[in-house]
């Protein structure tokens, strides 16, 4: 059961630098989640995704790009890096609103990244 | 809008004792309410989640919430806390509103430590 997977799960870049992290879910939930996290900010939501073809700013969206271009895939684009992007993000998928939905995201293990 | 607040960055127990970690929300209307925890280097788990009926709300790993609407509370407890239990707890409550229903907002955690 992979559930979700992020890949990679390191990296570091130097400022001005583009790079794109990749989420996949293999439990067809319609809903997908990208958060970043901070130490004493908790998880805040950069974008999010409610079904395949559609995006959605969520809390901190600057900065990034995001593309659901297939239900199972939501892919976090970083244009031009800066060292305030430092940060682990976290991919998180859920049902949609249908039966099955009972609020619970499924998390991945996290992508590091740093940013010089 | 809805919010919460998790009283106490850190937490530190010792082995045996009670565990007890706060969790207020702000809500207009019934709540969702999660807790999640995440140990180091790893992405987060589900705990417990209150959506309807019973109030008192039990978890994995022997916790406990119980959800107290007068007090727009969800507080986690465990009678006896295990070396094991040292890690980062997040409170979440479900957006219900608008586009963005399903969205979860986080707190911004509460670090438990457990001492021998």
């Known amino acids: 059961n992979a559930g979700v997977t992020q890949t990679p799960k390191f990296r570091v870049l130097k400022t001005g630098q583009s790079m794109t992290l990749l989420c996949a879910q293999d439990?067809?939930?319609?809903?997908m989640y990208w958060y970043r996290q901070d130490p004493g900010m908790g998880l805040r939501l950069i974008h999010y995704?409610?079904?395949?073809?559609?995006?959605a700013k969520g809390e901190v969206p600057d900065g990034y790009n995001v593309s659901r271009l297939k239900k199972q895939n939501f892919l976090l684009g970083l244009e031009s890096a800066a060292p305030s992007q430092t940060s682990v993000y976290f991919c998180?998928?859920?049902?949609?609103?249908?039966?099955?939905?009972?609020?619970?995201?499924?998390f991945g293990e996290g992508s590091r990244l740093t940013v010089l | 809008a809805q919010s919460v607040t998790q009283l106490g960055s850190h937490v530190s127990v010792s082995e045996g004792a009670l565990v007890l970690l706060r969790c207020n929300y702000s809500?207009?209307?019934?709540?969702?309410l999660f807790w999640y925890v995440q140990y180091p280097n790893q992405g987060l788990q589900l705990l417990l989640k209150?959506?309807?009926?019973?109030?008192l709300v039990k978890g994995i790993n022997g916790f406990e919430a119980d959800f107290k609407k007068s007090e727009t509370s969800f507080h986690l407890t465990k009678p006896s806390a295990h070396m094991s239990d040292a890690a980062e707890y997040f409170c979440?409550?479900?957006?219900?509103?608008?586009?963005?229903?399903?969205?979860?907002?986080f707190g911004k955690g509460t670090k438990l430590s457990v001492k021998p």
């Open positions: 998180a998928s859920s049902y949609g609103n249908r039966g099955k939905n009972t609020g619970e995201l499924f």
């Open positions: 209150y959506t309807t009926g019973a109030t």
């Open positions: 995704s409610v079904g395949e073809g559609t995006t």
């Open positions: 439990m067809n939930h319609e809903y």
């Open positions: 809500s207009s209307v019934p709540p969702y």
């Open positions: 979440a409550v479900r957006v219900n509103y608008g586009g963005s229903q399903g969205n979860l907002i």
